[in-house]
């Protein structure tokens, strides 16, 4: 071998200076490193390339260093080795020493990140980290994740839709527990009956959210993400709300990891153990206090609060919101109110003097998203409507009390007002809010409101139908005469196409919106027009022309053609057909519909249909009999004698005002009068 390679086998090579012993360690290969060629790695868009090569492949990988190196002699006859392009030199070594171990540039293999057995240019990745140390990029990469991608294109597009949402949001170092629990009473805030609750299983931070249906999990848990962060894993005890196709979708999205307690399992659920110390807290709060049964949703948010601000044992003795946020938090806004303790808040504008700039209201939780540090959740007891507000003060205290709204002399305020619900009793009806009756106890007869009309709400497609009261439908009697609300009437809907049964209190709503517009005309026909205008003109009511339009009760009012274009456009395309007036600046937009023939004389149909001259009217409530004889039809239709009764009443007023001279049948017109 010495003879082949020209070697002189006597040599020994020297020992390596100490000055040079850190080079040399570094040249020698780690357990980390491989002896292979730098991979070439885009940290946008190229893939990462296998760490192992085939060997189907070696004679395409660069050749070691070594055969890169032509050897010369010197004129002391030794051997010097030179590469062919110029390159740093290494520190001084002999050159007839043999390098048994090819150099090649060191690759480090990360064995613990996400990108594992995989390689990565250390050397070409310090730019995108300003130039950091390899070592320190290195560890970066160990304890981050690198998800996202972004294709690199010429063409560049506009992004409309995140291409990796779980970046977007905060992430949370934990699993979270999940559970809905039910209640017998409404909320008194939003008639909630029920309550989603999650926990961190780590940290034991507790949110609540109110909710009607279990159909609204989704949404409680997109709130909870926004307001703590991504969890990691979504425990829950597979109810069907809870493993959804849309659930499972937003999990998808974020890279939530989830699992479900088997079941009848209930302690597989960290929720089920931290909801029984919330309730259990919560119940000991409204017998303290002695707050309404409505007020449960807000016991619990104002639990799940406290618990998350009091230190724990089996946290260290620190408080869970501390160890999810890292953050020490502070309690100065428990301090200072009691839940459900009386306090006086700040009225805004009131009368001086018959108004005190205080009002009187409970504490019932912390403003945590409202105002500052130091803002409260009062309970009105007047309107039961939750208030928030930072300018109170505690009504307990003895020494500045407020005698306007705490009477002396042992007298008491009346209780707070409890929410009506569908099963209290109801002892009046008020139609509209300027009934000044000093009667309290107004009951609408049942009887009455047989034959009566009001207009639905608009349906899905818009059309708004007239419904009549066609009868009382006589279930429990018994409760019925103390109670209206229970009373159930059949009515018939747009002349008898459908029937539908609505309640006492909805009809009697119907009814006062149709009082506010007693009676509806509809119009016969255009009889002229005006214009052009301007907005100057005198005439001018917002558009360049005005119609002419007569009416069922004979009057001709001028009305915009904008409007009545608007809602009877057919209407309008046969007037400016009649009138030529189809290329005439503002009349042009009903030219289109005046070129179709035949479906213009269809929608010529429907427009009489509609503007029919004996169409019914009505006047709150009641149809108008057009003359005596229908008045009497529509008396044996209800069952009544409504219209009859009527006519009686004014008939005899006529023959007591001695209104008309009878002179006879058969006798002519006197002059100076005319038939009516």
Same mark, same amino acid.
């Given at each position: 071998?010495?003879?082949?390679?020209?070697?002189?086998?006597?040599?020994?090579?020297?020992?390596?200076?100490?000055?040079?012993?850190?080079?040399?360690?570094?040249?020698?290969?780690?357990?980390?490193?491989?002896?292979?060629?730098?991979?070439?790695?885009?940290?946008?868009?190229?893939?990462?390339?296998?760490?192992?090569?085939?060997?189907?492949?070696?004679?395409?990988?660069?050749?070691?260093?070594?055969?890169?190196?032509?050897?010369?002699?010197?004129?002391?006859?030794?051997?010097?080795?030179?590469?062919?392009?110029?390159?740093?030199?290494?520190?001084?070594?002999?050159?007839?020493?043999?390098?048994?171990?090819?150099?090649?540039?060191?690759?480090?293999?990360?064995?613990?990140?996400?990108?594992?057995?995989?390689?990565?240019?250390?050397?070409?990745?310090?730019?995108?980290?300003?130039?950091?140390?390899?070592?320190?990029?290195?560890?970066?990469?160990?304890?981050?994740?690198?998800?996202?991608?972004?294709?690199?294109?010429?063409?560049?597009?506009?992004?409309?839709?995140?291409?990796?949402?779980?970046?977007?949001?905060?992430?949370?170092?934990?699993?979270?527990?999940?559970?809905?629990?039910?209640?017998?009473?409404?909320?008194?805030?939003?008639?909630?009956?029920?309550?989603?609750?999650?926990?961190?299983?780590?940290?034991?931070?507790?949110?609540?959210?109110?909710?009607?249906?279990?159909?609204?999990?989704?949404?409680?848990?997109?709130?909870?993400?926004?307001?703590?962060?991504?969890?990691?894993?979504?425990?829950?005890?597979?109810?069907?709300?809870?493993?959804?196709?849309?659930?499972?979708?937003?999990?998808?999205?974020?890279?939530?990891?989830?699992?479900?307690?088997?079941?009848?399992?209930?302690?597989?659920?960290?929720?089920?153990?931290?909801?029984?110390?919330?309730?259990?807290?919560?119940?000991?709060?409204?017998?303290?206090?002695?707050?309404?049964?409505?007020?449960?949703?807000?016991?619990?948010?104002?639990?799940?609060?406290?618990?998350?601000?009091?230190?724990?044992?089996?946290?260290?003795?620190?408080?869970?919101?501390?160890?999810?946020?890292?953050?020490?938090?502070?309690?100065?806004?428990?301090?200072?109110?009691?839940?459900?303790?009386?306090?006086?808040?700040?009225?805004?504008?009131?009368?001086?003097?018959?108004?005190?700039?205080?009002?009187?209201?409970?504490?019932?939780?912390?403003?945590?998203?409202?105002?500052?540090?130091?803002?409260?959740?009062?309970?009105?007891?007047?309107?039961?409507?939750?208030?928030?507000?930072?300018?109170?003060?505690?009504?307990?205290?003895?020494?500045?009390?407020?005698?306007?709204?705490?009477?002396?002399? @042992? !007298?008491?305020? $009346?209780? *707070?007002?409890? &929410?009506?619900?569908?099963? /209290?009793? #109801?002892?009046?009806?008020? =139609?509209?809010?300027?009934?000044?009756?000093?009667?309290?106890?107004?009951?609408?007869?049942?009887?009455?409101?047989?034959?009566?009309?009001?207009?639905?709400?608009?349906?899905?497609?818009?059309?708004?139908?007239?419904?009549?009261?066609?009868?009382?439908?006589?279930?429990?009697?018994?409760?019925?005469?103390?109670?209206?609300?229970?009373?159930?009437?059949?009515?018939?809907?747009?002349?008898?196409?459908?029937?539908?049964?609505?309640?006492?209190?909805?009809?009697?709503?119907?009814?006062?919106?149709?009082?506010?517009?007693?009676?509806?005309?509809?119009?016969?026909?255009?009889?002229?027009?005006?214009?052009?205008?301007?907005?100057?003109?005198?005439?001018?009511?917002?558009?360049?022309?005005?119609?002419?339009?007569?009416?069922?009760? @004979? !009057?001709?009012? $001028?009305? *915009?053609?904008? &409007?009545?274009?608007?809602? /009877?456009? #057919?209407?309008?395309?046969? =007037?400016?057909?009649?009138?030529?007036?189809?290329?005439?600046?503002?009349?042009?937009?009903?030219?289109?519909?005046?070129?179709?023939?035949?479906?213009?004389?269809?929608?010529?149909?429907?427009?009489?249909?509609?503007?029919?001259?004996?169409?019914?009217?009505?006047?709150?409530?009641?149809?108008?009999?057009?003359?005596?004889?229908?008045?009497?039809?529509?008396?044996?239709?209800?069952?009544?004698?409504?219209?009859?009764?009527?006519?009686?009443?004014?008939?005899?007023?006529?023959?007591?005002?001695?209104?008309?001279?009878?002179?006879?049948?058969?006798?002519?017109?006197?002059?100076?009068?005319?038939?009516?």
């Amino acid at each position: 071998m010495a003879e082949l390679f020209d070697l002189d086998p006597t040599y020994v090579t020297p020992i390596i200076p100490p000055e040079f012993e850190v080079y040399e360690s570094r040249r020698r290969p780690s357990v980390l490193f491989v002896p292979e060629a730098p991979t070439d790695f885009d940290i946008e868009s190229t893939p990462l390339r296998d760490k192992l090569i085939d060997s189907s492949h070696k004679s395409s990988c660069p050749e070691p260093q070594r055969s890169s190196r032509r050897k010369t002699r010197s004129e002391d006859g030794r051997w010097n080795s030179k590469d062919k392009t110029e390159q740093p030199s290494p520190p001084p070594r002999d050159p007839n020493a043999y390098e048994s171990v090819p150099v090649v540039e060191p690759v480090y293999k990360n064995p613990s990140s996400a990108v594992k057995s995989r390689e990565r240019d250390w050397e070409r990745l310090r730019k995108y980290f300003a130039w950091l140390p390899k070592l320190v990029i290195q560890k970066t990469f160990d304890c981050t994740t690198q998800l996202a991608r972004i294709p690199m294109s010429a063409h560049l597009q506009r992004h409309y839709r995140s291409p990796f949402p779980a970046l977007n949001v905060n992430r949370r170092s934990e699993g979270v527990a999940t559970d809905t629990v039910y209640a017998d009473t409404p909320d008194i805030e939003h008639g909630h009956v029920a309550a989603q609750f999650y926990v961190g299983i780590s940290s034991l931070v507790s949110d609540v959210y109110g909710v009607n249906t279990d159909a609204q999990f989704l949404q409680t848990l997109q709130d909870n993400v926004r307001k703590r962060g991504a969890p990691s894993k979504l425990v829950s005890d597979r109810a069907q709300a809870e493993v959804s196709k849309a659930v499972k979708d937003y999990l998808r999205w974020l890279c939530i990891d989830d699992w479900q307690s088997e079941p009848h399992r209930q302690n597989q659920n960290p929720a089920e153990r931290r909801y029984q110390d919330i309730k259990r807290l919560a119940n000991r709060i409204l017998d303290q206090t002695g707050a309404p049964p409505s007020l449960w949703l807000l016991a619990l948010r104002y639990a799940s609060f406290v618990y998350n601000h009091t230190a724990v044992q089996s946290l260290g003795w620190l408080t869970p919101i501390q160890v999810l946020t890292g953050i020490t938090p502070d309690i100065s806004v428990l301090l200072r109110f009691a839940f459900y303790e009386k306090v006086y808040y700040r009225t805004e504008e009131p009368s001086f003097p018959s108004d005190s700039p205080e009002s009187i209201g409970y504490m019932v939780g912390i403003a945590e998203h409202v105002g500052h540090a130091m803002t409260y959740k009062i309970l009105n007891p007047e309107t039961n409507k939750i208030l928030f507000r930072s300018e109170i003060r505690s009504a307990a205290s003895p020494n500045d009390p407020n005698k306007r709204l705490d009477p002396s002399d @042992g !007298e008491e305020l $009346p209780s *707070p007002t409890v &929410i009506k619900s569908k099963s /209290d009793n #109801v002892k009046s009806v008020v =139609y509209s809010s300027d009934d000044e009756s000093d009667k309290k106890d107004v009951v609408v007869e049942n009887k009455d409101l047989i034959g009566r009309t009001f207009l639905m709400q608009p349906n899905e497609e818009g059309h708004v139908h007239r419904a009549k009261i066609v009868e009382l439908i006589d279930k429990h009697n018994d409760k019925t005469t103390n109670n209206p609300a229970h009373l159930k009437f059949r009515v018939s809907i747009n002349n008898d196409q459908y029937e539908d049964v609505m309640a006492y209190n909805e009809i009697l709503e119907r009814l006062e919106a149709d009082e506010e517009n007693p009676i509806v005309w509809k119009f016969k026909r255009i009889v002229s027009h005006q214009g052009p205008l301007q907005p100057d003109h005198p005439s001018y009511m917002g558009s360049t022309y005005n119609v002419a339009m007569e009416w069922e009760n @004979g !009057e001709i009012t $001028p009305e *915009p053609l904008s &409007i009545i274009g608007a809602d /009877d456009p #057919v209407a309008c395309a046969i =007037y400016a057909r009649d009138n030529n007036l189809l290329e005439t600046p503002g009349w042009k937009r009903f030219k289109s519909i005046a070129k179709r023939e035949k479906k213009l004389l269809r929608m010529i149909n429907q427009a009489k249909l509609r503007s029919f001259c004996t169409a019914p009217k009505y006047m709150y409530g009641y149809k108008i009999p057009k003359d005596y004889n229908d008045g009497l039809r529509l008396d044996k239709l209800h069952g009544n004698t409504k219209w009859a009764d009527a006519t009686k009443v004014e008939m005899d007023q006529l023959a007591e005002y001695k209104v008309f001279i009878d002179l006879g049948k058969g006798t002519p017109i006197p002059k100076g009068f005319q038939k009516i």
